[in-house]
């Protein structure tokens, strides 16, 4: 199953894409993709007959509701810890991002005012389909996975490394975290550990590259980051990027005001965006 969520930023009323390629209305069954709602309901509870068809113009929000934390996994491709002079971590390295960055995978990413290192980084983004505190295995953290996502790990390099403290105020600026087109549920996805995945500017490919060579899987990373802390369903974990980023080339290059950004993962769907300066 495809979950979406459409309407105005702020008034989004949750959706599935059909295999039609249409969306469909849930909002008379469920008020929205939220914690709430993966708590409490399973995927096969959602009736997808009879569904009013959501209006093309209708603007395509975040696949599922404001997160209660957006939690990140840093160097977890061991091809773009080497592009980043960085060694292979030895566990998972975790960061946080606001949850004020989510927004609609097609919305305007904003370059921060005076930035001039805002980067690019695709991911794929796990989606927690109900709370998860000290699992026990590997096994027990896919039961708490309700699907994955694109994610787009905006990241402004100088905010993030060069301005003292953790690397949070490079990841949170508004904007900073396109998420969807949709959500896929875990069971629709064959092998999440064999999704390739791209990311272009302008035009011009920057990144490829595929999960298969992720150091810590999916499965690894839910259970890896309950010990540490409760995650809630709805949260989202965005599990790494690979090579390509603007930060490793030589020179580096970064995104400006005009730019336009497209993301893609097998299965998951397209991102677009275009940059605007905030």
């Known amino acids: 199953m495809k979950l ?10 949750p959706g599935i894409l059909g295999d039609d390629g249409k ?3 849930c909002s008379a069954q ?5 914690r709430d709602f993966f708590n409490q309901h399973s995927l096969s509870e959602i009736k997808t007959d009879g569904l009013a068809e959501v209006a093309e113009s209708e603007r395509w929000g975040a696949c599922v509701a404001r997160p209660g934390k957006v939690l990140c996994v840093g ?7 080497e592009e980043s002079g960085m060694p292979i971590p030895e566990e ?5 991002k606001g949850s004020n960055t989510v927004v609609g995978p097609f919305d ?7 930035s001039e290192k805002t980067d690019w980084e695709v991911e794929l983004g796990i989606v927690i389909g109900k709370d998860a505190r000290y699992l026990d295995s590997k096994e027990d953290a896919i039961n ?3 699907g994955y996502c694109i994610s787009h790990d905006v990241s402004e390099r100088a905010y993030q490394l060069e301005r003292g403290g953790q690397w949070c105020k490079g990841k949170s600026c508004d904007t900073f975290n396109p998420l969807g087109p949709f959500l896929l549920s875990a069971d629709a996805c064959a092998d999440v550990n064999n999704l390739s995945m791209s990311l272009s500017v302008n035009g011009e490919q920057r990144q490829s590259g595929n999960t298969q060579t992720m150091i810590f899987d999916c499965a690894h990373i839910v259970h890896y980051c309950s010990q540490f802390m ?10 790494g990027t690979p090579p390509g980023v603007g930060l490793g080339m030589k020179p580096p290059q970064y995104l400006k005001a005009g730019d336009e950004i497209t993301l893609s993962i097998d299965g998951l769907g397209e991102q677009k965006q275009r940059c605007i300066s905030a």
């Not at 305007?108 to 005076?114: A, E, L």
């Not at 409760?230 to 599990?239: P, Q, R």
């Open 230 to 239: 409760t995650l809630e369903a709805g949260d989202v974990i965005s599990t």
């Open 30 to 34: 469920f008020s929205d993709w939220d």
């Open 144 to 146: 708490h996975i309700a």
């Open 108 to 114: 305007d990413v904003q370059i921060p005012r005076g």
């Open 75 to 81: 160097l977890n491709y061991s091809d773009h810890a």
């Open 23 to 25: 969306r469909y209305d």
């Open 92 to 96: 998972p390295i975790l960061f946080m």
């Open 4 to 13: 979406i969520r459409f309407g105005d930023i702020g008034q989004e009323k």
